[in-house]
């Protein structure tokens, strides 16, 4: 929960069911808005589009299985 890094679990079907408090805090969504989810929330006009690119092409290049 202390760690600064944006991490997010999703289940098989892509929904949201994790995310810490880094991620909170980059995307200023609260917990209950993003559970259930997919990443597609990311890109919902909440943000411009530059934060969605720049963040999920680096979540992308992080990602590890």
């Given at each position: 929960?202390?760690?600064?890094?944006?991490?997010?679990?999703?289940?098989?079907?892509?929904?949201?069911?994790?995310?810490?408090?880094?991620?909170?805090r980059m995307t200023k969504y609260n917990y209950k808005e993003i559970v259930g989810k997919t990443?597609?929330?990311?890109?919902?006009?909440?943000?411009?589009?530059?934060?969605?690119?720049?963040?999920?092409?680096?979540?992308?290049?992080?990602?590890?299985?």
């Amino acid at each position: 929960e202390n760690n600064p890094m944006a991490i997010i679990f999703c289940n098989l079907k892509g929904e949201i069911t994790y995310a810490n408090l880094a991620f909170l805090r980059m995307t200023k969504y609260n917990y209950k808005e993003i559970v259930g989810k997919t990443l597609d929330i990311l890109n919902s006009g909440y943000h411009e589009k530059e934060f969605y690119d720049k963040k999920i092409a680096q979540g992308s290049k992080n990602s590890k299985l």
